[in-house]
């Protein structure tokens, strides 16, 4: 790829604290976004290793003890579906202010951010205790699962307040560019929820309560360290900012609207896809989860490209600087299309492998082969679609990413459901995923390409920049 470098300086001057450097050639953005991706990838697979780590503990305490964690941590997953804006606008923000080089700015957004996020923490954490059996009930567990979830839940309950100042935390690393230090954070916290796992289950016979008390105390170490590292090692200063007004709640609550229905779309068209597949078989329905756990894993890569997009654009236009944001798009494109071919030839030269991890089922192995070919050819376009979604979530875009995934999530439940009812297969579930995918993918290329998101000052034409056009 060729350098292109940019005018202006190499380094912006911050508020307080030394200044925060901007990537001007092609050669420094690769390995910025690298610096990145890499750290967010491992922190982002940090979290399903902490749910298997509890599952095999719940698994050795007994059956029902199993089934009531994974009651538990699904109802729980709808909390950090709502609440996952609090990372996201908080990376944009933050990158942005400490791009123009206002770190008072950034300190004063992260205080904020973290105010809404203990006041919202608090409601869903007395919501979550004192309704914990009428919400097992309401999700239809059977009588013997009920006390075993709802105790898990109380506990939990009270960790939520702290899940959710964890996210800001998190969104703040990302903004200042740092997501090694969040690494380091998430594996301690890892580590002392294993060793407390052993100790309050297996030495104390806390059972599913000691699970979730190794949970919340992994939470609140997570919670503070991050605080008091934002203090020290970003140079932010979280105190003294005041309540925030009523018109930054409320672009709060805009972002947590747009940002639900748009995760809620996406999951609930994947939920309605696989439904489709049970309707069709169990042999289609396990041939289905196959593919679709590998999927996963990979997906985990994507989404550590997304977080290093969304920071290094925020970080861009808070500097204003034109030129910069429109190669950092184009830099980030070329790298999803780049790592996306990769991927789709390691699932094809891999099928075997990956297969053979899952299932020996001989019927089920020849029903895989008959569409793993589509989503590993595609995977160009769904590393495309994530890197766009973190630069558009970078732009605070919100409003576009949610409406086009929810209408390619529709589209493709009905395209499932409609094709098993007519006596489809699997290849055309994953003929209906992909719809889904390039339909989020196509508007959101077109709106990367054009300068629609752009504040009017950053609208320049790609002719005679002497930049390539993203794309």
Known sequence: MPEHPDPGTSERPAADGPPTALPTTSRQRRRRLLQLAIPATLTLLAEPILGVVDTAIAGRIGTVELGALGLAT???????????????????????????GDREAAGRRVAHAAVVALALGLLAGVVAFVFATPLVRFAGAVEELVEPTAAYLRVRAIGIPFMLLGFVGHGAFRGAGDTRRPLLVVLVANLVNLALNVVLVFGLGWDLV??????????VITAAWLAVMATRRLGLDLLGHGLPDRAQV?????????????????????????????????????????????????????????????????????AREPRLVRATVTDALRWAVGVGVVLGVVLLVGQPWFVAVFTGDQAVVALVATAWWLPA?????????????????????????????????????????????????????????????????????????????LPSDLRIAPAGTGLPEPG
């Open 74 to 100: 699904s109802l729980l997953a709808a909390v950090t579906w709502v609440f996952n804006f609090l990372v996201f606008g908080t990376t944009s923000t933050v990158a942005r202010a400490l791009g123009r």
């Open 250 to 318: 409320a672009a709060l609550a805009v972002v947590s609207r747009d940002l639900f229905l748009r995760t809620a779309g996406l999951v609930g068209g994947i939920a309605v896809i696989t439904a489709a597949a049970a309707r069709a078989g169990a042999d289609v329905a396990a041939a289905h989860q196959v593919i679709w756990q590998v999927y996963l894993l990979l997906s985990f890569l994507l989404d550590g490209l997304a977080v290093a997009s969304q920071t290094m654009l925020s970080t861009a236009l808070g």
């Open 377 to 453: 050819v595609a995977m160009p376009l769904h590393s495309l679609v994530f890197v766009l979604d973190g630069l558009l979530m970078g732009a605070e875009d919100y409003r576009f990413i949610r409406s086009w995934t929810v209408a390619g999530a529709v589209l493709g439940a009905i395209m499932a459901q409609v094709g098993v009812s007519l006596g489809a297969g699997l290849l055309w579930l994953w003929i209906s995923y992909e719809v889904v995918m390039l339909l989020r993918g196509l508007p959101l290329l077109v709106r990367a390409r054009s300068d629609a998101w």
């Open 210 to 219: 000691g699970i979730a008390s190794a949970t919340v105390v992994a939470e």
